[in-house]
């Protein structure tokens, strides 16, 4: 296999759920730095049916969402999905929220401020 297969063989893709439209953005600039294919949205509702319509890798998700708690977002896109997403959640919340988050499926939680670095490694992980 040569270089550019290998390399579209294993481009993640990524589900960015955001509200804030500053982070939405610089999140979506850096995974795309990092070679991930990225899709965003900041509404919990649009992240489920698109977790229901399209494959992805990964799911990068707030807790403080306008329209679902975070939480919920998680249990609905892995029920949702037609495959099972790892599912990392940036917060700027703390307990019981991240338990929360925990206990519906989160696999890694980053509380705000994130160290890009750790966040990447996380993603290449």
């Not at 991240?98 to 490694?121: E, I, Y």
């Amino acid at each position: 296999m040569d270089d550019m297969a290998e390399g579209a063989r294993k481009r993640l893709r990524a589900l960015l759920v955001e509200d804030s439209a500053d982070i939405r953005e610089v999140f979506t600039l850096l995974l795309r730095a990092e070679g991930i294919d990225v899709v965003a949205t900041a509404s919990g509702s649009e992240a489920t049916e698109l977790a229901a319509s399209r494959d992805f890798d990964v799911v990068l998700t707030d807790l403080g969402l306008p329209d679902v708690p975070g939480d919920v977002v998680i249990r609905r896109v892995l029920a949702n999905a037609r495959r099972r997403p790892r599912v990392i959640v940036v917060t700027g919340y703390g307990e019981p929220f991240v338990s929360r988050a925990r206990q519906a499926g989160a696999d890694v939680v980053f509380n705000k401020p994130v160290v890009w670095a750790h966040l990447a490694r996380t993603l290449a992980a």
